[in-house]
């Protein structure tokens, strides 16, 4: 079966300080992979999608960035927080784009920028 | 185009009484709905979905919805809640030419009282 690790967990940064999320799907080749960010007390927003490796889109101009260095590793980064980036990440993957097809969650990381 | 509207940002019930949580979707085309559902500082998880088979889709923990295309609505039901039940549910709409995989309702936060 599939599973999908992301982490850590949670995190307090500096602002000003670089960040590095980290997902990795196993059980499943070639997914597409998202990066999500949930402001408290709001829905979800997705920030970055994958259809596979190097191939990078980008839903939202911001201070983030995101990288797919290998089939089933999707990192999310940061050269320099901002407090606006406090917030749940969420890492997902889906086995295509195409309508149906159910998109699964890890289990989230709280970035706290202070 | 997609587009998807929780109607109620939060519901409060009785424990053992029935559950509502009510979502209408817009799509230009034969769209495929989910509901997830997202406990405290946790990821999202698939509750059901509705791929164009039977319009009565029966998910876990006792939850089911009906798509209604007539009224273009998907909405949550349970006969009698559980305190564990308590949590944000989030509708989601997904169309066959979707780029973008899925749009997110902007939750319903259930609580449930003893």
């Known amino acids: 079966s599939q599973t999908i690790h992301q982490w850590p967990a949670t995190l307090v940064q500096p602002v000003g300080s670089p960040l590095s999320l980290e997902c990795t799907v196993e059980?499943?080749?070639?997914?597409?992979l998202y990066w999500y960010r949930q402001a408290a007390g709001r829905g979800l927003q997705l920030l970055f999608y994958?259809?596979?490796?190097?191939?990078i889109s980008s839903e939202v101009p911001q201070n983030l960035s995101a990288s797919r260095p290998q089939d089933r590793q999707f990192i999310l980064s940061s050269k320099k927080l901002l407090l606006s980036d406090s917030g749940f990440y969420l890492c997902?993957?889906?086995?295509?784009?195409?309508?149906?097809?159910?998109?699964?969650f890890g289990e989230g990381s709280w970035l706290t920028v202070v | 185009a997609q587009s998807v509207t929780q109607l109620d940002s939060h519901v409060s019930v009785s424990e053992g009484t029935p559950v509502l949580l009510r979502c209408n979707y817009s799509?230009?085309?034969?769209?495929?709905l989910f509901w997830y559902v997202q406990h405290p500082n946790k990821g999202l998880q698939l509750l059901l979905k509705?791929?164009?088979?039977?319009?009565l889709v029966k998910g876990i923990n006792g939850f089911e919805a009906e798509f209604k295309k007539s009224e273009t609505s998907f909405h949550l039901t349970k006969p009698s809640a559980h305190m564990s039940d308590a949590a944000e549910y989030f509708c989601?709409?997904?169309?066959?030419?979707?780029?973008?995989?899925?749009?997110f309702g902007s939750g319903t936060r259930l609580q449930v009282q003893p």
């Open positions: 799509s230009s085309y034969s769209p495929s």
């Open positions: 994958s259809v596979g490796i190097g191939q």
């Open positions: 989601v709409v997904s169309s066959i030419t979707g780029r973008r995989a899925l749009t």
């Open positions: 059980g499943t080749s070639n997914p597409n």
């Open positions: 509705y791929t164009s088979a039977a319009t």
């Open positions: 997902a993957w889906s086995g295509s784009l195409h309508s149906g097809n159910t998109i699964y």
